[in-house]
């Protein structure tokens, strides 16, 4: 299996999106999760490859390797919302729209 996280200079972590599987809506939605306790940078690699490091803020007490496993399971889990709401956002549309349609009238 390859390595996807790797420790770099300066305490940061460089861990590699790949394009082919994740959007970059789901690696920008995963990174927001985590700006309370990082700073996080994203950036091309190559053409099928993003980067994200990620850099824990001084005052959080937690592990680069921790925060890259939960980032890891956040990008999954927001990838997964992305392609539900491809696949299946239509119907929520046509439920939502039904909601609040007006309602006939009952006398009719």
Do not use: W
């Not at 996807?4 to 995963?30: P, S, T």
């Amino acid at each position: 299996m390859k390595e996807i996280v790797r420790h770099i200079d300066g305490g940061r972590l460089l861990l590699e999106a790949d394009r082919r599987i994740y959007d970059v809506k789901a690696i920008l939605n995963a990174a927001y999760k985590f700006t309370d306790r990082c700073y996080i940078h994203h950036e091309p690699i190559s053409d099928d490859v993003t980067g994200v490091y990620i850099k824990a803020k001084e005052n959080v007490n937690v592990s680069l390797d921790e925060i890259a496993n939960e980032f890891c399971n956040e990008l999954i889990d927001q990838q997964v919302r992305l392609n539900v709401e491809k696949e299946y956002g239509s119907i929520r549309n046509e439920i939502v729209k039904k909601a609040f349609s007006p309602i006939e009238s009952i006398d009719k």
